[in-house]
């Protein structure tokens, strides 16, 4: 099945720079590589996401870039701001057969320092 | 994205009894719809598939004659978890497959059981 790796599993930035959070996966196959964002105690909740054909996606301070060569894909943060303190989980999910199905990263818990 | 509820959202019940817990979507009719337990500190662990109108489709190691899992209808499934005892403590969130463009899964708010 997929494995899908997360790193760094914890991530300490000062407000106003910059984070990145890497996956690697691999399944060669896989098309779809949503990031979500959890709260403590809320829910997961979707911040974006990139397909296959696709090498990089930005909404507005949050950006995806895909690399399917090398089976990896992060997630950018410019500009951090306290609010964006949380737990962020990578996923992929695979091609053909798997039914909608994610595999997820163990998650890396940002802190953005005010 | 889909609007996704569960009910409840807290519960506490004691050693051996059984809990269900609802995930509805309230605007999209979903014909999948996954179950998760989440542990402190974890990330989130597929349970089941739950398909509308056929029987859920588990993942291994998942016991299914412990979690019950129903798909009766386009925006209700419910996880049932018989004979509760305090390992089976946890966050548990249903999430639901969308109809857009890349069929994204949005989650429930989460179930949190507390079995003493």
């Known amino acids: 099945g997929e494995n899908v790796e997360q790193h760094p599993s914890t991530l300490s930035v000062q407000e106003g720079d910059s984070a990145v959070i890497k996956c690697t996966y691999s399944?060669?196959?896989?098309?779809?590589f949503p990031w979500y964002k959890q709260e403590l105690g809320k829910r997961p909740q979707l911040i974006i996401d990139?397909?296959?054909?696709?090498g990089e996606k930005k909404d507005q301070r949050i950006a995806v870039t895909l690399n399917k060569t090398a089976k990896h894909f992060s997630l950018h943060i410019t500009e951090t701001q306290p609010e964006d303190s949380a737990v962020y989980f990578c996923?992929?999910?695979?091609?053909?057969?798997?039914?909608?199905?994610?595999?997820f990263g163990k998650g890396t818990l940002l802190t953005v320092n005010p | 994205g889909a609007v996704v509820s569960q009910h409840p959202s807290r519960v506490i019940c004691k050693s051996g009894t059984s809990v269900k817990i609802e995930c509805r979507s309230l605007?999209?009719?979903?014909?999948?719809m996954f179950w998760y337990r989440q542990f402190p500190k974890q990330s989130l662990m597929l349970m089941a598939t739950?398909?509308?109108?056929?029987?859920?489709?588990?993942e291994q190691g998942v016991e299914k004659d412990k979690f019950l899992i129903n798909h009766a209808s386009l925006t209700l499934s419910t996880l049932t978890v018989t004979s509760a005892h305090p390992e089976d403590s946890s966050f548990y969130i249903c999430?639901?497959?969308?109809?857009?463009?890349?069929?994204?899964?949005?989650f429930g708010p989460g179930t949190r059981l507390t079995v003493l």
């Open positions: 999430s639901v497959v969308s109809g857009g463009t890349y069929n994204e899964q949005f």
């Open positions: 399944d060669s196959a896989s098309n779809y």
């Open positions: 990139i397909r296959s054909n696709v």
């Open positions: 996923a992929v999910r695979g091609s053909g057969g798997s039914n909608y199905k994610l595999t």
């Open positions: 605007d999209f009719q979903a014909t999948t």
């Open positions: 739950s398909n509308e109108g056929s029987k859920a489709t588990y």
